[in-house]
C-alpha cells in the first residue's frame, strides 16, 4: 500500500542551525514528491518537488530536500532556520504507477519550531 | 501557478445545519479536490471534483452529507450537511494544474468550520 511517513512530530532547532525534516515513502512505482509548508491559520503552500534528474531539488525560501531511492526517502533541509521558517510541514507523494488516480499520499505532518 | 479564493474563511454553525463552502479559481482547471484537516493534523482527502461529471467521494464520506456542485472549471462548493460537533474542522479547497503527474497543487486559505 501507498503511504507516507514523518517520524518526527515535532522538531526544534536554534536560529540560524542546519534544519532537516524526515520523510519517507512507499509506493509500488516510482514517486513524485512534494514538500508543502502551513503557516498558523492558512493554507498549504507548495514548497518544492521531485520528479527525476538531481536528486537534490531546491525550492522556496531558502528550502532544498534530498531524494534517496534505496532509502525512499525525501528529507527536507535547510542550512540555516529562520525564526520565521516555524510551520507545519508535510511530505506528499504521488505514484506514477496509480494509473488515473492522482490522489496525493499525505505524511501525517511535522511542526518546525525554530528558537532565537 | 494557480489562485484560489476560498469563503467564508471561518463561520461557527449549529448542529443540525447546513454550510456551503465556495472555491474560486482564477484559471481553468479540470480537477478540483476537497480535503478536510483537524488543526494541527494531515489532510483528509474528502471527494475529487471534475466539471460535468458526478464528484468521487473517498471512502469514509458520502454524497448525502458534502453534496459537491462543479458548475464550471473555475468554481467549487462543497456543502457540510445536517452538521454536529464532529465536522468542526478546517476544509481546504485544491487545484492541480493540466500538466500531468508531475504538476504540484494549490491551495485555498481554508474555511475553519466550529459546530455547536
Known amino acids: 500500500a501507498q503511504s507516507v511517513a514523518q517520524p518526527e512530530d515535532q522538531v526544534n532547532v536554534a536560529e540560524g542551525n542546519p534544519l532537516t525534516v524526515k520523510c519517507t515513502y512507499s509506493?509500488?512505482?516510482?514517486?513524485?514528491l512534494f514538500w508543502y509548508v502551513q503557516y498558523p491559520n492558512r493554507g498549504l503552500q507548495f514548497l518544492l518537488k521531485y520528479i527525476t534528474g538531481d536528486n537534490l531539488v531546491k525550492g522556496s525560501y531558502g528550502f532544498e530536500a534530498e531524494f534517496n531511492k534505496s532509502q525512499t526517502s525525501f528529507h527536507l533541509k535547510k542550512p540555516s532556520a529562520l525564526v520565521s521558517d516555524s510551520a507545519l510541514y508535510f511530505c506528499?507523494?504521488?505514484?506514477?504507477?496509480?494509473?488515473?488516480?492522482?490522489?496525493?499520499?499525505w505524511g501525517l505532518g511535522t511542526s518546525l519550531g525554530v528558537n532565537p | 501557478s494557480a489562485v484560489i479564493s476560498q469563503k467564508p474563511s471561518r463561520d461557527i454553525c449549529q448542529r443540525g445545519t447546513s454550510l456551503t463552502i465556495q472555491c474560486q479559481v482564477d484559471s481553468q482547471v479540470t480537477m478540483m479536490f476537497w480535503y478536510r484537516q483537524q488543526p494541527g493534523q494531515s489532510l483528509t482527502l474528502i471527494a475529487t471534483?471534475?466539471?460535468?461529471?458526478?464528484?468521487?467521494?473517498e471512502s469514509g464520506f458520502v454524497i448525502d452529507k458534502f453534496p459537491i456542485s462543479r458548475p464550471n472549471l473555475t468554481f467549487s462548493t462543497l456543502t457540510v450537511s445536517n452538521m454536529s460537533p464532529e465536522d468542526s474542522s478546517i476544509y481546504l479547497c485544491s487545484v492541480e494544474g493540466p500538466q500531468g503527474l508531475d504538476t504540484e497543487a494549490f491551495f485555498g486559505q481554508g474555511t475553519r468550520l466550529t459546530v455547536v
Open positions: 506528499a507523494v504521488r505514484d506514477l504507477n496509480a494509473g488515473n488516480n492522482r490522489k496525493l499520499i
Open positions: 471534483a471534475n466539471q460535468g461529471s458526478e464528484a468521487t467521494y
Open positions: 509506493v509500488s512505482g516510482n514517486p513524485y
